[in-house]
T-cell receptor, first 112, second 115 residues
Framework: SQKIEQNSEALNIQEGKTATLTCNYT??????LQWYRQDPGRGPVFLLL?????KEKRKERLKVTFDTTLKQSLFHITASQPADSATYLC???????????FGSGTRLSIRP | DTGVSQNPRHKITKRGQNVTFRCDPI?????LYWYRQTLGQGPEFLTY????????KSRLLSDRFSAERPKGSFSTLEIQRTEQGDSAMYLC?????????????FGPGTRLTVT
Protein backbone atom coordinates (compact mmCIF):
# COMPACT_ATOMS: atom_id res chain seq x y z
CA SER A 1 0.00 0.00 0.00
CA GLN A 2 1.02 3.59 -0.41
CA LYS A 3 3.13 5.07 2.35
CA ILE A 4 4.24 8.61 3.18
CA GLU A 5 7.10 9.25 5.57
CA GLN A 6 7.87 12.52 7.27
CA ASN A 7 10.41 12.98 10.02
CA SER A 8 8.43 12.47 13.20
CA GLU A 9 11.03 14.22 15.31
CA ALA A 10 10.61 17.93 15.80
CA LEU A 11 12.96 20.21 13.90
CA ASN A 12 14.46 23.12 15.86
CA ILE A 13 15.97 25.94 13.84
CA GLN A 14 17.55 29.25 14.72
CA GLU A 15 15.66 32.27 13.42
CA GLY A 16 16.99 33.47 10.08
CA LYS A 17 18.23 30.04 9.00
CA THR A 18 16.69 27.87 6.29
CA ALA A 19 14.45 25.06 7.50
CA THR A 20 14.29 21.95 5.31
CA LEU A 21 11.61 19.31 5.77
CA THR A 22 11.50 15.98 3.99
CA CYS A 23 8.65 13.91 2.61
CA ASN A 24 9.34 10.45 1.21
CA TYR A 25 6.80 8.17 -0.37
CA THR A 26 6.74 4.57 -1.55
CA UNK A 27 4.83 2.24 -3.79
CA UNK A 28 3.36 4.84 -6.07
CA UNK A 29 4.21 7.75 -8.31
CA UNK A 30 1.73 10.54 -7.61
CA UNK A 31 0.89 13.10 -10.25
CA UNK A 32 1.24 15.88 -7.69
CA LEU A 33 2.13 16.55 -4.10
CA GLN A 34 0.89 19.17 -1.65
CA TRP A 35 2.21 20.82 1.51
CA TYR A 36 0.04 22.11 4.32
CA ARG A 37 0.69 23.98 7.55
CA GLN A 38 -1.19 23.13 10.74
CA ASP A 39 -1.21 25.12 13.96
CA PRO A 40 -2.29 23.49 17.25
CA GLY A 41 -6.06 23.06 17.52
CA ARG A 42 -6.70 24.26 13.98
CA GLY A 43 -7.30 22.72 10.57
CA PRO A 44 -4.47 22.45 8.03
CA VAL A 45 -3.86 25.35 5.66
CA PHE A 46 -2.81 24.72 2.06
CA LEU A 47 0.60 26.14 1.13
CA LEU A 48 1.85 24.75 -2.18
CA LEU A 49 1.09 22.14 -4.83
CA UNK A 50 3.78 20.77 -7.13
CA UNK A 51 3.14 18.53 -10.13
CA UNK A 52 5.27 15.62 -11.26
CA UNK A 53 6.60 17.55 -14.26
CA UNK A 54 7.71 20.46 -12.05
CA LYS A 55 11.06 20.15 -10.34
CA GLU A 56 10.69 23.17 -8.12
CA LYS A 57 8.07 25.66 -7.03
CA ARG A 58 8.38 28.85 -5.01
CA LYS A 59 6.04 31.08 -3.06
CA GLU A 60 7.56 33.98 -1.16
CA ARG A 61 9.97 32.40 1.36
CA LEU A 62 8.79 28.87 0.59
CA LYS A 63 10.34 26.47 -1.90
CA VAL A 64 9.27 22.93 -2.72
CA THR A 65 11.14 20.40 -4.82
CA PHE A 66 9.78 17.15 -6.22
CA ASP A 67 12.14 14.36 -7.22
CA THR A 68 10.12 11.54 -8.76
CA THR A 69 13.21 9.35 -9.10
CA LEU A 70 14.05 9.55 -5.42
CA LYS A 71 10.32 9.62 -4.54
CA GLN A 72 10.97 12.61 -2.34
CA SER A 73 9.83 16.16 -1.83
CA LEU A 74 11.78 18.77 0.09
CA PHE A 75 10.10 21.80 1.67
CA HIS A 76 12.27 24.80 2.44
CA ILE A 77 11.52 27.92 4.45
CA THR A 78 14.19 30.57 3.98
CA ALA A 79 14.87 33.38 6.46
CA SER A 80 12.80 31.47 9.02
CA GLN A 81 10.83 33.36 11.67
CA PRO A 82 9.29 32.26 14.98
CA ALA A 83 5.87 32.70 13.33
CA ASP A 84 6.79 29.82 11.00
CA SER A 85 6.65 27.44 13.96
CA ALA A 86 3.96 24.87 13.21
CA THR A 87 3.46 21.31 11.97
CA TYR A 88 3.96 20.85 8.24
CA LEU A 89 2.09 18.09 6.45
CA CYS A 90 2.88 16.48 3.14
CA UNK A 91 -0.05 15.08 1.13
CA UNK A 92 -0.41 13.26 -2.14
CA UNK A 93 -3.08 11.68 -4.26
CA UNK A 94 -3.38 7.97 -3.69
CA UNK A 95 -2.95 5.42 -6.45
CA UNK A 96 -6.66 5.21 -7.19
CA UNK A 97 -6.82 9.01 -7.57
CA UNK A 98 -9.86 8.91 -5.36
CA UNK A 99 -8.48 10.74 -2.35
CA UNK A 100 -5.58 12.55 -0.73
CA UNK A 101 -3.47 10.87 1.93
CA PHE A 102 -1.45 12.83 4.46
CA GLY A 103 1.83 12.16 6.17
CA SER A 104 2.02 12.41 9.93
CA GLY A 105 3.70 15.80 9.74
CA THR A 106 6.89 17.34 11.05
CA ARG A 107 6.78 19.85 13.88
CA LEU A 108 9.00 22.85 13.22
CA SER A 109 10.14 25.23 15.97
CA ILE A 110 11.98 28.44 15.14
CA ARG A 111 13.77 29.91 18.13
CA PRO A 112 14.54 33.65 18.30
CA ASP B 1 -16.38 34.76 7.10
CA THR B 2 -16.53 32.75 3.89
CA GLY B 3 -14.35 29.87 5.02
CA VAL B 4 -15.35 26.34 5.99
CA SER B 5 -17.27 26.20 9.25
CA GLN B 6 -17.89 23.26 11.54
CA ASN B 7 -20.25 22.81 14.45
CA PRO B 8 -19.94 22.09 17.25
CA ARG B 9 -16.30 22.88 17.92
CA HIS B 10 -16.18 20.55 20.89
CA LYS B 11 -18.34 17.59 21.85
CA ILE B 12 -18.11 15.45 24.97
CA THR B 13 -20.28 12.38 24.99
CA LYS B 14 -20.63 9.14 26.89
CA ARG B 15 -19.76 5.83 25.33
CA GLY B 16 -22.71 4.38 23.46
CA GLN B 17 -24.31 7.70 22.59
CA ASN B 18 -24.83 8.98 19.03
CA VAL B 19 -23.27 12.24 17.87
CA THR B 20 -23.72 14.35 14.75
CA PHE B 21 -21.38 16.98 13.37
CA ARG B 22 -22.12 19.58 10.73
CA CYS B 23 -19.88 21.09 8.07
CA ASP B 24 -20.65 24.11 5.90
CA PRO B 25 -18.17 24.29 3.00
CA ILE B 26 -17.16 27.29 0.96
CA UNK B 27 -20.25 28.01 -1.11
CA UNK B 28 -18.80 27.58 -4.59
CA UNK B 29 -16.92 24.37 -3.75
CA UNK B 30 -18.48 21.17 -5.05
CA UNK B 31 -16.21 18.74 -3.24
CA LEU B 32 -16.46 18.09 0.46
CA TYR B 33 -14.23 15.82 2.55
CA TRP B 34 -14.29 14.40 6.04
CA TYR B 35 -11.13 13.44 7.91
CA ARG B 36 -10.27 12.20 11.36
CA GLN B 37 -7.09 13.27 13.12
CA THR B 38 -5.54 11.97 16.32
CA LEU B 39 -2.64 13.50 18.23
CA GLY B 40 0.64 13.32 16.38
CA GLN B 41 -0.91 12.00 13.20
CA GLY B 42 -1.93 13.58 9.92
CA PRO B 43 -5.57 13.76 8.84
CA GLU B 44 -6.97 10.34 7.96
CA PHE B 45 -9.41 10.24 5.06
CA LEU B 46 -12.96 9.13 5.88
CA THR B 47 -15.13 10.05 2.92
CA TYR B 48 -15.77 12.59 0.20
CA UNK B 49 -18.67 14.03 -1.77
CA UNK B 50 -18.96 15.52 -5.20
CA UNK B 51 -22.07 17.64 -4.83
CA UNK B 52 -24.57 15.33 -3.11
CA UNK B 53 -22.96 12.08 -4.31
CA UNK B 54 -20.74 10.20 -1.87
CA UNK B 55 -17.98 8.98 -4.19
CA UNK B 56 -15.48 7.42 -1.84
CA LYS B 57 -15.61 5.95 1.62
CA SER B 58 -12.64 4.67 3.59
CA ARG B 59 -12.56 0.99 4.46
CA LEU B 60 -11.55 2.17 7.91
CA LEU B 61 -15.00 3.62 8.34
CA SER B 62 -17.13 1.20 10.24
CA ASP B 63 -20.88 0.86 9.83
CA ARG B 64 -21.29 3.12 12.83
CA PHE B 65 -20.23 6.09 10.74
CA SER B 66 -22.45 7.71 8.16
CA ALA B 67 -22.19 10.95 6.23
CA GLU B 68 -24.69 12.84 4.14
CA ARG B 69 -24.76 15.87 1.93
CA PRO B 70 -28.42 15.98 0.94
CA LYS B 71 -28.53 19.12 -1.17
CA GLY B 72 -24.94 19.34 -2.16
CA SER B 73 -24.29 22.12 0.31
CA PHE B 74 -23.70 21.36 4.00
CA SER B 75 -22.79 17.89 5.22
CA THR B 76 -23.34 15.92 8.40
CA LEU B 77 -21.24 13.15 9.90
CA GLU B 78 -22.97 10.88 12.37
CA ILE B 79 -21.29 8.39 14.68
CA GLN B 80 -23.58 5.86 16.28
CA ARG B 81 -22.84 3.99 19.51
CA THR B 82 -19.66 5.95 20.13
CA GLU B 83 -16.59 4.20 21.50
CA GLN B 84 -13.62 5.65 23.33
CA GLY B 85 -11.50 5.00 20.25
CA ASP B 86 -13.66 7.48 18.35
CA SER B 87 -12.13 10.33 20.37
CA ALA B 88 -10.36 12.53 17.83
CA MET B 89 -10.54 15.76 15.87
CA TYR B 90 -12.98 15.50 12.98
CA LEU B 91 -12.04 17.79 10.13
CA CYS B 92 -14.06 18.87 7.15
CA UNK B 93 -12.55 20.33 4.00
CA UNK B 94 -13.86 21.56 0.69
CA UNK B 95 -12.31 22.15 -2.70
CA UNK B 96 -13.40 23.34 -6.11
CA UNK B 97 -14.21 20.81 -8.80
CA UNK B 98 -11.31 19.76 -10.93
CA UNK B 99 -9.59 16.79 -12.46
CA UNK B 100 -7.55 16.24 -9.34
CA UNK B 101 -8.11 16.79 -5.66
CA UNK B 102 -6.94 20.36 -5.63
CA UNK B 103 -5.92 22.32 -2.59
CA UNK B 104 -8.32 21.69 0.20
CA UNK B 105 -9.69 24.32 2.54
CA PHE B 106 -10.15 22.97 6.02
CA GLY B 107 -12.52 23.98 8.75
CA PRO B 108 -11.46 24.39 12.37
CA GLY B 109 -12.57 20.86 13.24
CA THR B 110 -14.83 19.30 15.86
CA ARG B 111 -13.02 17.76 18.79
CA LEU B 112 -14.86 14.70 20.07
CA THR B 113 -14.19 13.24 23.49
CA VAL B 114 -15.89 9.97 24.37
CA THR B 115 -15.89 9.21 28.09
Amino acid sequence: SQKIEQNSEALNIQEGKTATLTCNYTNYSPAYLQWYRQDPGRGPVFLLLIRENEKEKRKERLKVTFDTTLKQSLFHITASQPADSATYLCALEDSSASKIIFGSGTRLSIRP
Amino acid sequence: DTGVSQNPRHKITKRGQNVTFRCDPISEHNRLYWYRQTLGQGPEFLTYFQNEAQLEKSRLLSDRFSAERPKGSFSTLEIQRTEQGDSAMYLCASSPTGGIHYEQYFGPGTRLTVT
